[in-house]
C-alpha cells in the first residue's frame, strides 16, 4: 500500500529533550515536505526536501532541523523543543516538486511540557 | 492579506443539501488550485485539483474556478453526514512554486 509513515503518533517530552520524528514514503517521491498545524493558524510549513541531499527552510523552520540522506526518509529533529512547539506535526510527500497532490502521513501529535 | 483565505466557519447544511464552500486568494499568477479535506483527527487527503476557469465535476463534488476574481468554490451535492469535515483550500506558493500555501479550512457539519 502507497504510504506515508510517521513516527510516534504520540509524544509528550519535557523542554530540551531532543527528539526525532521519523518519516518515510514508499512510493519513491521526490519531493517531501514538513507541516505543523495549530488551531486557527491552518497548515505551516515547517521544511522541505526536493530531493535526497537537497532541503530547504518553509514558513516556520526556527527550532527545528531536518536531513534527507535516503530518498524515502525525511526525518524531523527537535534539538531543544519548547512548549511552543507543542503541535500537530505532519509529513507531506509528492512525486515532484511541481506535483501539488501530496499524500500525507497520519500525523504526529507533540506535546512539550 | 494571507495568500489562500477561508471562512473558519462551521457551516452546517442539512443533510441531502449542497454544501458551498469558498475560497479566495491573492496571487493573480496562480494556475492550479487544490481541496483537500480533513477529518478530525486525520490528516488532510486531496479530494479536487482545479486548472482552467469553469467547472470541474468528479462524483458529488464540484470545483469551481473563476481567475478573473481570483476565486475557487467547492461544491458537495447531495451532502451525507460523512462529508461532515474541515475542507482546506490550497494553491501554489506565491513567493516560491515548490509548495503550495492552505488556507485555515472551513468546517463543515451535515445535519440529519
Known amino acids: 500500500e502507497a504510504q506515508v509513515t510517521q513516527n510516534p503518533r504520540y509524544l509528550i517530552t519535557v523542554t530540551g529533550k531532543k527528539l526525532t520524528v521519523t518519516c518515510s514514503q514508499n512510493?519513491?517521491?521526490?519531493?517531501m515536505s514538513w507541516y505543523r498545524q495549530d488551531p486557527g493558524l491552518g497548515l505551516r510549513q515547517i521544511y522541505y526536501?526536493?530531493?535526497?541531499?537537497?532541503?530547504d527552510k518553509g514558513d516556520v523552520p526556527e527550532g527545528y532541523k531536518v536531513s534527507r540522506k535516503e530518498k524515502r526518509n525525511f526525518p524531523l529533529i527537535l534539538e531543544s523543543p519548547s512548549p511552543n512547539q507543542t503541535s500537530l506535526y505532519f509529513c507531506?510527500?509528492?512525486?515532484?516538486?511541481?506535483?501539488?497532490?501530496?499524500?500525507f502521513g497520519s500525523g504526529t501529535r507533540l506535546t512539550v511540557v | 492579506q494571507k495568500e489562500v483565505e477561508q471562512n473558519s466557519g462551521p457551516l452546517s447544511v442539512p443533510e441531502g443539501a449542497i454544501a458551498s464552500l469558498n475560497c479566495t486568494y491573492s496571487?493573480?499568477?496562480?494556475?492550479?488550485f487544490f481541496w483537500y479535506r480533513q477529518y478530525s483527527g486525520k490528516s488532510p487527503e486531496l479530494i479536487m485539483s482545479?486548472?482552467?476557469?469553469g467547472d470541474k465535476e468528479d462524483g458529488r463534488f464540484t470545483a469551481q474556478l473563476n481567475k478573473a476574481s481570483q476565486y475557487v468554490s467547492l461544491l458537495i451535492r447531495d451532502s451525507q453526514p460523512s462529508d461532515s469535515a474541515t475542507y482546506l483550500c490550497?494553491?501554489?506558493?506565491?513567493?516560491?512554486?515548490?509548495?503550495?500555501?492552505f488556507g485555515s479550512g472551513t468546517r463543515l457539519s451535515i445535519r440529519p
Open positions: 507531506a510527500s509528492s512525486p515532484s516538486r511541481y506535483n501539488y497532490g501530496y499524500t
Open positions: 512510493m519513491n517521491h521526490e519531493y
Open positions: 526536501s526536493m530531493n535526497v541531499e537537497v532541503t
Open positions: 496571487d493573480r499568477g496562480s494556475q492550479s
Open positions: 482545479i486548472y482552467s476557469n
Open positions: 490550497a494553491a501554489p506558493g506565491y513567493s516560491s512554486a515548490s509548495k503550495i500555501i
